[in-house]
């Protein structure tokens, strides 16, 4: 009997930029890390790439690339940030589907997936051919083939998705087990009803669609795949792999498959540790010959399916009522918030299909003005937004315009499909998940619709806010402070939004604190300094100048003129406008330089307020990230104060404070208070020091000890960990310097006297791919007879040993 085992891993998180700037901005919620993506790729993404094995006495033994064994897909919005972001584990993931290629008789393990995980069964069908030709051409981009399958957000399916499918190549998809309705062997007998997901998992199916395509269907096993993400399974790789081998039959003719399908970010993310249970579990599988790993390309060629199926439409792997959870309250939820409602979620999407609908015919009788098939146009987009640069839109507009278009036609065609870009964004699938109107992932769908309706009104001259909104008031929030989703949008979406004279304002406002190029950029928009004048009086500075903003998305562009006066705090206002000629801007300049240049600040306020009327900005202005960087700066000097003040109060009483602990006496919450800001203070500033100073370190911990003072792991353990890591680069690029070697031991040694775990795996993966490049040659030379090699090796090898990696 053949026996194989897959698993797949759906590796997917929702589009969180700005939709104005095209990137992340700061999320809080994730720190240490500066935003979600990047911690669930530290926690996830990267570990999987660079898995570990261990011996058993717990020392890493091998770094297994799991995506290479399973089977996967990963988001093409998250694909696109890790390019940008985290370029090392993008390159893992496109280097294992190659790996997977050699391993599984040319079959690559990764799948494409419908473009921004949109719900495709709720979805007209103009969006759902785009989505799927999107994700398409997204994956030929990034892996260098055409795909074989394609994973259905939240395996929402209809017949009509699937047609559009097979019409574009795909030859596959995996569904839920409860998704399947009735088979039958090929072509013959009657149909036998498997409702209830009492399908038989471990075979493919053939599904015949209307059109008279078909398509394969594999139905992953529900009772392990829940299991996985829910239970205690993952908690040793012994019993996942047990848990696959038991799923085998005797009483089963056919080759079995068994597989499995979750959320990738289960190995990792949700489930600690998660990779390394799943790299133990493929190894033991496949050094125990209990089974041949698979994945469902080379599957479907070994074994096409000898049965069909017939599913059932509008269904879905999470929502047990079929797609509703994405359209009313059905009752599914995260059930951590008992007695909230979910009725915002029907007036939300019909809100949103009304948006929708309404900009179609606009859409399509702008466009045609241009391009010779607006449609089709907005179906090969796909090429602009893989490579934004000007040459790509040169070829996008040779194939697509009716004409040669001028610069502001070809920008007025950009904004015209960026419209449509949002106008799909906005059907992102999580703004529905989740308990409430007000959430992260809701607010970003409705972030979207504003750009949608921003872009609206400036290219169609159509404003729909009002009408928008008077659809969102029938979304009720289940937080009384934010009432509906009027409120939700006024508060969350308008002041997100962001306009050329923004983007000037950010600039004028940042110049003051750092140095910017004469050609710069601020997310996605280019800025071009024609004029700027810098004035300073004791703390106080004025920046008045002339620049050239243009978005490197629509490619609309405009001079701007500003003024900004800072007052040495966190006290600044400044005015932009756009340029209004040489005369005004230079009359302007002249007036508010000459009242600062005799320190006249309120007169040269005014002056400000004259010239530039209602266009005034303060820091609250600045997009998020550098708004904190700016803050920062303003409080450093503040900080030191209280930080100074706080160290001396410590420093006075410690020896007090030492007293009350040794005779067993709990500290005054006063003088523990203290001690917990200054200790904290003082090992973060010791961590990020150029050079860690490990005996100063020694002693702060061992006096946060006695003290019984509470230190932030989270943060401390980033830096330090940030720190390690910046030793251990330094160790790769000279590997055979000594003392690089034992700075790098001596902080590693440091690790167990911490009272928290410091997550090494970035140090583990550089040690062990030097124990396999640098380390034997150096293990020779040792042998050679005493000398600095054979010290290089015991230093390497004691390294190895707090590091917990096997040097035989």
Known sequence: ?????????????????????????????????????????????????????????????????NYAKISFNFGPTILAWMADKAPEIYEAVLAADRESQKKFSGHGSALAQAYNHMIM????????????????????????????????????????????????????TILAPRQAHKIRKIGRGHWRDVSGSRIDPTTAYLLKLPSGRTINLFFYDGPISQAIAFEDLLERGENLASRLVNAFSEERPWPQLIHVAT???????????????????????????????????????????????????????SCVHGVERWWRDCG???????????????????????????????????????LKDPWAARDDYISVILKRDHQEVAHFLERHASRE????????????????????????????????????????????????????????????EAHFLERLDLAKSNIPEHGDGRRIFEKFVKPAMVDLLTVGAHYAISSLFEDYQVQDRIFCYTIDREDYRLSEAGKAKLAVGQIRVTSDITWNSAVISFAVLHFGDHNLCGGVREFQGDEPYGTMAWEVTEAFSRADFPETLRRIDKHFEASTYSLRSLFRDEQRKILDQIMELT???????????????????????????????????????????????????????????????????????????AGLEYALRKAIERLAERFRQHPLDLEYLQQLEAAVAMETELPFAVHLWKVQTIYYEMLHSVFPHQRQQSEQGPGEARTWVEHFVALGRKLSVRVD
């Open 1 to 65: 009997m053949e026996r194989y085992i897959c698993i797949h891993g759906h590796f997917y998180q929702p589009p969180l930029e700005n939709p104005w700037l095209e990137d992340i901005e700061l999320q809080d919620s994730a720190y240490p890390y500066h935003d979600w993506n990047e911690r669930i790729a530290a926690e996830c993404y990267a570990t999987n790439s660079v898995s570990r094995i261990l011996d058993g006495e717990g020392r890493i033994m091998g770094l297994p690339n």
């Open 121 to 172: 069964p709720l979805a007209n069908r103009r969006d759902k051919y785009t989505q799927v030709l999107w994700g398409i051409r997204d994956f030929e981009h990034r892996f260098g083939r055409p795909p074989e399958g394609m994973w259905l957000p939240e395996t929402a399916v209809d017949l009509e998705t699937l047609d559009i499918m097979a019409e574009l190549g795909i030859r596959f």
């Open 263 to 317: 959320d990738g970010e289960t190995y990792g993310h949700h489930r600690r540790h998660g990779d390394m249970a799943l790299a133990y579990a493929l190894e033991y599988l496949e050094n125990g010959n209990l089974a041949r790993l698979i994945n469902y390309g080379e599957f479907l060629e070994k074994h096409p399916p000898i049965f069909e199926v017939e599913i059932y439409e509008n269904s879905s792997w």
């Open 332 to 370: 599914c939820n995260s059930s951590m918030r008992p007695g909230w409602s979910q009725a915002w979620r029907a007036p939300l999407r019909e809100a949103l299909d009304w948006l929708r609908d309404t900009l179609e015919p606009p859409y399509e009788t702008k466009a045609s003005q241009f």
């Open 405 to 464: 278009l001028n610069p502001s036609e070809q920008s007025l065609v950009l904004k015209l499909l960026e419209m449509e870009r949002h106008a799909m964004l906005m059907y992102t699938s999580c703004g529905w998940f989740f308990d409430e109107l007000s959430g992260l992932e809701t607010v970003q769908v409705l972030q979207y619709a504003g750009r949608v309706v921003q872009l609206a009104r400036d290219i169609l001259g159509a404003d729909l």
């Open 639 to 713: 900080l030191e104060e209280v930080w100074s003040a706080y160290g001396r109060l410590y420093t006075h009483n410690v020896p007090l404070m030492r007293f009350h602990m040794e005779l067993g006496v709990p500290l005054p919450r006063p003088f523990l208070a203290t001690a917990e800001i200054v200790l904290n203070r003082y090992l973060l500033e010791a961590f990020r020091a150029p050079a860690l100073d490990l005996q100063l370190i020694r002693n702060l911990l061992e006096e946060a000890r006695l003290l019984q003072v509470e230190l932030e792991g």
